[in-house]
């Protein structure tokens, strides 16, 4: 009994817990795609786009250095001036969201890949 009662008090006090802050617009629980979809979708991406043994980055190069790399190049997709990195190119291959022909109606993968990489890494 005492057992029981000490699960339920666990489960309640877990269910009040605040959630965590996520810093994507679209990667969220509330309307969005939920981040375990998001982390699995861009762990998808990553080793199927990015790298593989005929995409741009072989398996045995993604290390936490090159995550890294990746990472800016996604966060300075939009800006003026770029990291100057290798990644800058390669993150091209991925569909940039609601952008281009080729990309309509997909989900934004940069996006999708930049999260995955995030926690993976704990960037």
Do not use: W
């Not at 998001?38 to 990553?46: E, M, S």
């Not at 990015?50 to 980055?57: D, E, F, K, M």
């Not at 250095?65 to 997709?77: D, W």
């Amino acid at each position: 009994m005492k057992y029981c009662i000490g699960l339920l008090a666990l489960v309640l006090a877990g269910s009040f817990l605040p959630g965590t802050a996520f810093t994507s617009g679209s990667i969220t629980t509330a309307g969005g795609i939920s981040p375990r979809d998001a982390y699995t979708q861009g762990k998808a991406l990553t080793f199927k786009k990015l790298v593989c043994s005929s995409c741009p980055i072989q398996r045995g190069e993604l290390d936490r250095a090159r995550a890294q790399s990746l990472k800016n190049s996604l966060e300075a997709r939009e800006a003026d001036t770029k990291p100057g990195t290798p990644d800058d190119e390669h993150i091209q291959i991925l569909c940039p969201g609601s952008q281009g022909a080729d990309c309509a109606g997909k989900p934004d993968e940069q996006e999708l890949v930049h999260y995955y990489l995030t926690r993976r890494y704990q960037l």
